[in-house]
């Protein structure tokens, strides 16, 4: 591939699950010209609205536990397909900035037999995310119609000798048939480190075709003496948490959009 995809192709079908009660993803303030009346209402709308974010931001800068308790609920519910916090978290407060209110919990993940322990390449690295999702209902897991969303990071050869590590995000929504897809920002990664994958990897090893038998994630830790979920900090200064939380903030958005198109569609 040439370009970094946004964005899966979303289908959606006659179903009768209830879809969560979601606004447009953007709108304007409808103007009337009835003056007055709708002018005091908006500004009221405001102050109520932010004295309401002013009464969260203190209770739960007094106690952090609050937070999760103030913003989970309503009709989104998501399952990650991961119990590991750097992914997690910021799924989780993506999706309730996004939605206003969420569930999100993960889950220990079923490990994928057929992509490689380090995927290389757009497809490989999607196809890791995918096959996390697909072994959650084939193991029936999780309800049949549960939203699932993976990450999976993967290697990219960007040039000669140049390579990056960025993570595919998927979300899976079955009850609806909506697939969506969104990546991360790259972090850079030293040649030598790929290559000491490479190395690691035998030529019989039977996941070859998609990647390297040993992450350049474990690569790194070891050469840096850093904590094998750190090492993109310690690469680029920037957390693995911040880059997913901005890619899960975008396939919230995307989440949104299909959901609100879909309840058109059935108007």
């Not at 350049?216 to 750190?230: D, E, F, M």
Request: a negative charge; aromatic letters at 6%.
């Amino acid at each position: 591939m040439t370009a970094t995809p946004t964005a899966a192709s979303v289908v959606t079908p006659e179903s009768t699950k209830k879809s969560p009660n979601v606004r447009p993803p953007s709108s304007v303030d409808d103007d009337d010209g009835g003056g007055g009346g709708s002018i005091l209402f908006g500004f009221l709308s405001k102050v109520a609205e932010k004295t309401k974010n002013s009464v969260e931001t203190i209770i739960t800068t007094v106690d952090p536990q609050m937070k999760d308790y103030i913003y989970s609920g309503g009709d989104v519910e998501i399952v990650v397909a991961s119990e590991a916090d750097s992914k997690v978290v910021p799924v989780k407060e993506a999706f309730q900035k996004v939605f206003g209110r969420a569930t999100v919990v993960g889950m220990k993940p079923h490990p994928s037999g057929a992509i490689a322990e380090q995927p290389v390449g757009y497809a490989a690295g999607r196809q890791g995310a995918i096959e996390r999702i697909q072994n959650f209902r084939s193991k029936k897991a999780v309800p049949d119609d549960a939203v699932l969303v993976s990450v999976e990071g993967f290697l990219l050869e960007v040039g000669e000798e140049s390579w990056v590590e960025l993570s595919c995000l998927v979300l899976s929504d079955a009850g609806r048939k909506i697939q969506l897809t969104t990546y991360t920002q790259s972090t850079p990664v030293d040649p030598a480190f790929v290559a000491a994958a490479k190395s690691a990897t035998p030529d019989s090893y039977p996941r070859r075709w998609s990647g390297l038998k040993e992450t350049v994630g474990a690569v790194i830790a070891r050469a840096w003496s850093v904590p094998a979920g750190q090492w993109h900090e310690a690469v680029c200064g920037v957390e693995r948490s911040e880059m997913i939380g901005l890619a899960a903030k975008t396939l919230a958005g995307m989440y949104q959009r299909a959901l609100w198109s879909s309840q058109q569609c059935k108007e």
